[in-house]
């Protein structure tokens, strides 16, 4: 009997590893490969990595089938260089072939920022958008560790090198410079926006001041050009790429490492987070509660 139950866990074993290749080989973009194409990226979640969503815009770019690029943002923000990347990625391809970006339940802060880079951008009137503006945000634990007898020690090279430290009290002079940082982002943000936007500075500064608009609210500021839903952006831009008929959306998908297919996307997903490195410090395009 215990010989019959390890033959069938090898074979159920050696089923799930034939399925999990089976995926891992055949797993990409699907099409038929006419000229009736419009590319579709998706951006899901908190921005902090730009690689994969550089590489597709690279990639639709280059492809003389896709004919223009809806880039669907799902994002509540995220940190600010990968933001910018994407942003200026989007501006580059923009170039080439006609982009509009359509935002969906979410699309604040750095999750706007990316789509300025687009030449139309449409939310549904429910769309949560906006909140322009940049956050820096650390937790201070000095009172409770005095409170139970624990310190700490610290070498450093220069007076600066800890700043952020949840160990101790921040400083008058550490607050300015990183208020200094934070500003200098934030001007950036506003001046990827008037300039994207056409709105006058004098306008947007009273609107970027870290609030989130519906859909409608920001059709009548002037930070989306329509209201519509994604169909009704690839309808459009189809017109405008000048294809006649249906067009055949475009998704390439993201390859999946043999991991992901073995033990699933949720598990997986947890196991990669492990092994990444995230820095003490981040300046957030994004909403967070205080």
């Not at 055949?26 to 590319?39: E, K, M, W």
């Not at 998706?42 to 896709?66: C, F, H, S, W, Y």
């Not at 008037?194 to 500021?221: C, H, M, W």
């Amino acid at each position: 009997m215990k010989k019959i139950l390890i033959i069938l866990l090898v074979i159920t074993l050696l089923i799930v590893i034939g399925i999990a290749l089976v995926g891992y080989f055949i797993s990409g973009d699907h099409r038929s490969g006419g000229d009736n194409q419009i590319g579709l990226v998706n951006i899901k979640g908190v921005i902090v990595d730009a690689r994969e969503t550089v590489k597709q815009l690279e990639e639709m770019a280059g492809d003389p089938g896709i004919k223009g690029i809806i880039i669907r943002i799902n994002s509540p923000g995220g940190a600010v260089a990968p933001s910018q990347e994407i942003y200026d990625e989007i501006k580059r391809v923009a170039k080439m072939k006609p982009i509009y970006s359509s935002l969906g339940t979410v699309a604040a802060s750095g999750g706007y920022y990316v789509a300025c880079g687009s030449q139309q951008i449409y939310a549904n009137p429910g769309t949560l958008t906006g909140s322009i503006g940049v956050i820096m945000q650390f937790t201070n634990w000095k009172k409770v560790l005095d409170k139970i007898g624990v310190g700490s020690e610290v070498i450093k090279s220069g007076t600066h090198k800890d700043i952020g430290s949840p160990l101790r009290s921040m400083t008058a002079k550490e607050k300015t410079l990183l208020q200094e940082m934070i500003n200098d982002v934030y001007n950036q943000f506003v001046v990827a926006v008037t300039e994207n936007r056409d709105i006058p500075l004098d306008k947007l500064l009273s609107l970027a001041d870290g609030r989130v608009f519906s859909g409608r609210q920001a059709l009548e500021y002037g930070l989306v050009d329509k209201l519509g839903s994604l169909q009704q952006a690839i309808r459009d831009l189809a017109r405008k790429a000048g294809i006649t008929g249906k067009p055949e959306v475009v998704e390439k998908k993201e390859k999946r490492g043999l991991l992901w297919y073995v033990l699933g996307e949720s598990l997986a997903g947890k196991l990669n987070s492990a092994l990444e490195c995230e820095t003490p410090i981040a300046a957030y395009l994004m909403p967070m509660a205080d």
